[in-house]
Every structure is written in structure tokens, then in C-alpha cells.
């Protein structure tokens, strides 16, 4: 039972350079977010999906885009890397309102 | 506004000292409060749900409470692998099933 699964693990980005981190989850949830990590700042939402074809923006969404064409995939864009955007990024999702969130293991990202 | 406050941010324990972990909220609406655990590299690790105030739940040396305001994570006789970051969270009124994260709490047990 592979839960939700974040790819790549590691990712090293020169400053204007774009990319793509996937996100995949087989529970069929509804549900799916993302956020970041960083040090004294605690995980702040992105953006959020509440279905196939519907997202929406978080807390910190500038630099970032994202899509839900499938209810499997959750795909997160950065459009030109940052520095400020060096951090650990997290995925999650789940089946409804007053259920909890289960996390991928996170994809960690360094822009030099 | 929506928030919530973790403390303390760190804490030192020695093997079978038993403590209290606090979480103060702010949400309008309460849909839910979450405990987690998460170890250094790893995603954060579900461990309970709590809907309303008087709920407890347990799960071998920890047990959630909730009033209408904080909730506490105690842990009684710990154990060195109990050594992680606790983060608490309420669920967002108006962003589906997101939530919003305390900083979380550094629990470090010593044997």
C-alpha cells in the first residue's frame, strides 16, 4: 500500500530554472494539498485541490502552479526557482472534511 | 484569524518521565484537531483526531485531550523512541481538508 508517494527526493535548481514535482496518491482521495517546510516557519498550504479539475490558492501560493486533471495525480510547478523557495516540500491528501491528511515523505529542493 | 501556538518548542526528557505537550487554537469552526508525529526526513505521521471538547484518545504511551481551546499531548513513562517533532493542526474552515500547522514540539528523550 504505497499511501502517496512524492518524486524527485532530492533536487538542486539554479535560480530561474523551472520544474515540476509530482505527487501521486492510490487511496482515491478527493482531497490533496501542498505545502512547504521550513526551519521556525512550520508547514504553510500552497494550494489545495478539492477534486479532479478544482484547486485553489493557499497561505504562500505566488511562484507556484499547480493542476489536478486526475484524482491520482497532484502536481506542483515552480515557474522560475528562487532562492526563497529552497525548502522541503510536502504532499498530501485525504478522503474528506474531518478526516486526516496523509503525507509523502516530502521532496527536498535547494536554488542556488 | 485561524491559528495555532505549540509549547514549548523543545523538550528534554529522561527515560519514564512523563509530560504534557500543549496546543492552543484559534478556528472558527472546529472540524477536527490533529496530532502528528514527525521523524527528522520523514513526513508527518498521524496519530489522532480530535472533534470535540472532553474527547480523549490513546495509542500505547500517548493520550490526546481537548478542551474548547488547547489540547494536550501527554506522554506518560517515554521512551527514547518516542523522539520526534509532535505537530498539532486544526482544519482549515475554507480550504477543503488542508490544515493549518502549529511549529510544532521538539521532544527529545534521553535513556
Known amino acids: 500500500n504505497a499511501g502517496v508517494t512524492q518524486t524527485p527526493k532530492f533536487q538542486v535548481l539554479k535560480t530561474g530554472q523551472s520544474m515540476t514535482l509530482q505527487c501521486a496518491q492510490d487511496m482515491n482521495h478527493e482531497y490533496m494539498s501542498w505545502y512547504r517546510q521550513d526551519p521556525g516557519m512550520g508547514l504553510r498550504l500552497i494550494h489545495y485541490s478539492v477534486g479532479a479539475g478544482i484547486t485553489d490558492q493557499g497561505e504562500v501560493p505566488n511562484g507556484y502552479n499547480v493542476s489536478r486533471s486526475t484524482t491520482e495525480d497532484f502536481p506542483l510547478r515552480l515557474l522560475s526557482a528562487a532562492p526563497s523557495q529552497t525548502s522541503v516540500y510536502f504532499c498530501a491528501s485525504s478522503g474528506g472534511r474531518g478526516q486526516p491528511q496523509h503525507f509523502g515523505d516530502g521532496t527536498r529542493l535547494s536554488i542556488l | 484569524e485561524d491559528q495555532v501556538t505549540q509549547s514549548p518548542e523543545a523538550l528534554r526528557l529522561q527515560e519514564g518521565e512523563s509530560s504534557s505537550l500543549n496546543c492552543s487554537y484559534t478556528v472558527s469552526g472546529l472540524r477536527g484537531l490533529f496530532w502528528y508525529r514527525q521523524d527528522p526526513g520523514k513526513g508527518p505521521e498521524f496519530l489522532f483526531t480530535?472533534?470535540?471538547a472532553g474527547e480523549e484518545k490513546e495509542k500505547e504511551r500517548l493520550k490526546a485531550t481537548l478542551t474548547k481551546k488547547e489540547s494536550f499531548l501527554h506522554i506518560t513513562a517515554p521512551k527514547p523512541e518516542d523522539s520526534a517533532t509532535y505537530l498539532c493542526?486544526?482544519?482549515?474552515?475554507?480550504?477543503?481538508?488542508?490544515?493549518?500547522f502549529g511549529k510544532g514540539t521538539t521532544l527529545s528523550v534521553s535513556s
Open positions: 480530535l472533534y470535540s
Open positions: 493542526a486544526v482544519q482549515a474552515p475554507q480550504a477543503g481538508t488542508a490544515l493549518i
